[in-house]
């Protein structure tokens, strides 16, 4: 067997290594058989794809964008959620993998939801659906920024972005998980940085309203709030 052979030999052993035991995590987490299967499917593919490159930030994204490619559209924020939580295990880096555990940072759920063309389309689609039935957790959120001198442009920005969010979240699990996919699924219809930056820091500060203040008949299925 020649240097390279053994090193392409070397480096698949390493990613199915890496694969291995992000699974053995998320089993231990509680995910079933068919969460794990479909995890495995979809980073099989993943690691096929960054196959010989460099591990770099730059390289994985690089595939990422080509994986969600090959994804039918409503699994690809559970394919996108995959991918960031794999990315730890793909570096090696055990001491973020160790944090992100600690924090409850890893899903153990599938959840599908519709990824459109554009967030116009996404916006229209709400619309169409007649969908304006928000928790309360959407006005004591913007009730508070209010509160805290926040400018009405500003108000009306951050409602404009959580509307399609909670849109996403409806008649899904009232569970992190679900909305972790549903922020990705967000990122997937915001093709500017800067709109997704400034999406992430709303859905962050926003995540903890969401999940103490639901709607009446989803009240008491959960449990305590656990770190985006």
Avoid at 44 to 63: C, D
């Amino acid at each position: 067997m020649s240097r390279a052979e053994k090193s392409a030999k070397s480096e698949k052993g390493d990613a199915q290594d890496a694969l291995d035991a992000y699974l053995r995590l998320l089993e231990s987490k509680g995910a079933d058989s068919e969460v794990l299967a479909l995890r495995r499917r979809v980073l099989t593919r993943l690691n096929l794809i960054v196959r010989g490159q460099p591990r770099t930030t730059t390289i994985f994204r690089s595939a990422v964008d080509a994986l969600l490619s090959l994804c039918a559209p409503e699994d690809r924020p559970g394919a996108m959620t995959a991918a960031r939580e794999y990315y730890y295990f793909w570096i090696g880096d055990v001491k973020k993998v160790t944090e992100l555990n600690a924090r409850s940072g890893f899903t153990t759920r599938h959840v599908r939801l519709p990824v459109l063309a554009s967030f116009d389309d996404l916006q229209q689609r709400m619309s169409d659906a007649g969908f304006d039935s928000f928790p309360p957790s959407l006005e004591l959120y913007l009730g508070q920024l209010y509160e805290l001198g926040s400018e009405e442009d500003v108000l009306g920005e951050r409602g404009e972005l959580l509307k399609p969010l909670l849109f996403l979240l409806h008649d899904q699990p009232h569970h992190p998980d679900s909305y972790r996919m549903a922020v990705d699924a967000m990122l997937l219809h915001l093709s500017d940085s800067f709109a997704s930056e400034t999406f992430l820091t709303i859905a962050r500060e926003f995540f903890y309203y969401w999940l103490s203040f639901p709607d009446a008949d989803v009240r008491g299925q959960f449990g305590a709030a656990q770190p985006l």
